[in-house]
Structures are given as C-alpha cells and as structure tokens.
T-cell receptor
C-alpha cells in the first residue's frame, strides 16, 4: 500500500542554524502538503505543491517537490525559536482517496 | 469564519465505557477525516468521509471503533468498551470541495480522551 516516509524523526538545532526535513513516497503523488503542529496545538496547513520540480518559498521556509513527484523537502533557513514544532508532510496518490501523512519531524530550537 | 469544532475538548472515562466524540466541520466542506494522535507521536488515520461516497474505514483499529456522518456535515466517532490504549487526542479535519484546495485539511482542536 501507499506509504509516506519522513525523516528525521527528531532534529535539535541551535537558533540560527538551518533545518531540513524530507519526505519520500513509495508511489507517485498527485500533490504534497506540509503542516506545522506547535506543541499542544493541532496541525496547521502551510503549503501545497502540485507540479513536478515545484519550489515555493514562504519567508525563511523553502518547499520542494521532486521531479518524479515521489519526494519533497522543507528547508528552514536561520531557525528561530518560533519555528519549534512538528512538521508533517501529507501526500495523495494518483487515485481518489485519502491523504497519507508522514510521521512528522519534531524540531527543537535552542536559543 | 468558524473553523472546525470538536466536543468535548477533554473526556475522562472508565475502562469498558462507551464514548462519543463529535466533530463539526467547516460549513460546505465535503471531506472529513478522523485521526488519532498519541503523545509525541504522528497522526494515525482512522476514517475518511467524502461527500456521499462510502467512507474509507481502513484505519479503524478494531470493531470497537465506528463513525458516522449525518447529512454530510456533523460526524460522530464512537468507541465502545474503551481500553486504556485508546487514550489519545482524537483530531478531526475537513477539506473544501474546490479542485485546487480539495486536499487542504483544516484541523479542529481535538478531543483529549483519557481512559482510566
């Protein structure tokens, strides 16, 4: 069955360092989304990527969708303490059906 | 506008009791998901409703779990004969019908279930 793998599971960085989380799917995805969940909160939608090779930026966050539409990454430049939380990717396969979430990467930022 | 709401926000129950968790999606959203999240863990898919189609129940962990969605809007997740391992936060999410944003999930605040 379809799976979305996400690594690393945990990442601890010093404030100002960069951070990257990666998602890989066993099958081609029609789109991929990224969500952020702050400690004690619920997941909040960040962005959706649809096109092969697509790159989108939101301030210090850069999102990429692979050429084969099987992998994606989220990169944060110069992390801040406000970036703390768990980042999830979620992808949909080529057929109608549900989204598949990765396990998430829990980011800790030391001041 | 109003977001996804869930009730109750917290539920403490005794092992063996039945519980009902409610989700009110955003008005007009056609898709509705239930997830379970244990402390510090990822999102465990439970069930997915899309319009009038038969729900995808493939994530329900046992026959003690069931869910329904009445009138294409409000959904209720029922757990019968609760066990301690059912303790978790139960999250509901809904998605709009538009072709562009149909996958964007809007999450509710969750119901924290504690089974003693």
């Amino acid at each position: 069955g379809q799976q979305v793998m996400q690594i690393p599971q945990y990442q601890h960085v010093q404030e100002g360092e960069d951070f990257t989380t990666y998602c890989n799917s066993s099958t081609t995805l029609s789109n991929i989304q990224w969500y952020k969940q702050r400690p004690g909160g619920h997941p909040v939608f960040l962005i959706q990527l649809v096109k092969s090779g697509e790159v989108k930026k939101q301030k210090r966050l850069t999102f990429q969708f692979g050429e084969a539409k099987k992998n994606s990454s989220l990169h944060i430049t110069a992390t801040q303490t406000t970036d703390v939380g768990t980042y999830f990717c979620a992808g949909r396969g080529s057929t109608l059906g549900r989204l598949y979430f990765g396990r998430g990467t829990q980011l800790t930022v030391w001041p | 506008g109003a977001g996804v709401s869930q009730s109750p926000s917290n539920k403490v129950t005794e092992k063996g009791k039945d519980v009902e968790l409610r989700c009110d999606p955003i008005s007009g959203h056609t898709a509705l998901y239930w997830y379970r999240q244990s402390l510090g863990q990822g999102l465990e898919f439970l069930i997915y409703f899309q319009g009038n189609s038969a729900p995808d129940k493939s994530g329900l962990p046992s026959d003690r779990f069931s869910a329904e969605r009445t009138g294409g809007s409000v959904s209720t997740l029922t757990i019968q004969r609760t066990q301690q391992e059912d303790s978790a936060v139960y999250l509901c999410a809904s998605s709009p019908p538009s072709a562009i944003n149909a996958d964007t999930q809007y999450f509710g605040p969750g119901t924290r279930l504690t089974v003693l």
